[in-house]
């Protein structure tokens, strides 16, 4: 059972380049989101998901956009990175909005 | 504004003893808390919650309580054990999101 998987682990990219940081759950969770996690400011939620086809913004979307087309993913694009966008990136499950997160093993994104 | 935090960046403790990790919130609104545990390179995982309508909630060597009047909450980890050294987060939710505190860094000294 593999749970939350992260794809990629690191990445680096350049002001402006754009890329998709990938999510994938195996628990047939229907709630899913995305958190960055900077130094002294925890865990802020990014977007989130309450089922395929349905995403809402969290705390700190700007930069960002989601989609949910099935079940199993949730991936995170950035369009055009800034370097505020440093960050590590968490993806999070659970069986329903308000239980308990699963989260992933994270991405750490520089943007130069 | 941090409506969850955690005052204490670090916690040293020796093996076997209690450690305490303390959190605040200023929501009135916030009926759940969790406390997540995260080891470097990972992601946090669940460690226990509990519900606004309780006040202690135990499982195994971990007790959270919460005390509603003065907006806190704290982790007890007893005995402590080296395994247990990591970042522990507490989190708080009114039903539509989770929002998580700094953490507090905990070195249990075999």
């Known amino acids: 059972n593999a749970g939350v998987t992260q794809t990629p682990k690191f990445q680096v990219l350049k002001t402006g380049q754009s890329m998709t940081l990938q999510c994938a759950q195996d628990?047939?969770?229907?709630?899913m989101s995305w958190y960055r996690q900077d130094p002294g400011m925890g865990l802020r939620l990014i977007h989130y998901?309450?089922?395929?086809?349905?995403?809402d913004q969290g705390e700190v979307p700007n930069g960002y956009n989601v989609s949910r087309s099935t079940t199993e993913d949730f991936p995170l694009r950035l369009l055009s990175a800034a370097p505020s966008q440093t960050s590590v990136y968490f993806c999070?499950?659970?069986?329903?909005?308000?239980?308990?997160?699963?989260f992933g093993n994270g991405t750490r994104l520089t943007v130069t | 504004d941090q409506q969850v935090k955690q005052n204490s960046p670090s916690l040293s403790v020796q093996e076997g003893r209690i450690s305490i990790l303390n959190c605040d919130y200023t929501?009135?609104?916030?009926?759940?808390f969790l406390w997540y545990k995260k080891y470097p390179a990972e992601g946090p995982t669940f460690l226990i919650s509990?519900?606004?309508?309780?006040d202690k909630n135990e499982d195994g060597r971990f007790t959270v309580f919460l005390n509603k009047s003065a907006k806190h909450l704290s982790l007890h980890i007893v005995p402590s054990q080296p395994g247990d050294s990591a970042v522990y987060f507490c989190?708080?939710?009114?039903?539509?999101?989770?929002?998580f505190g700094t953490g507090t860094s905990l070195t249990v000294i075999p």
């Open positions: 999070a499950s659970s069986y329903i909005l308000g239980s308990p997160l699963h």
């Open positions: 628990m047939n969770h229907e709630y």
């Open positions: 998901s309450v089922g395929a086809g349905i995403t």
């Open positions: 929501n009135s609104m916030f009926d759940y």
């Open positions: 509990i519900s606004s309508i309780k």
């Open positions: 989190a708080a939710s009114a039903g539509n999101q989770f929002y």
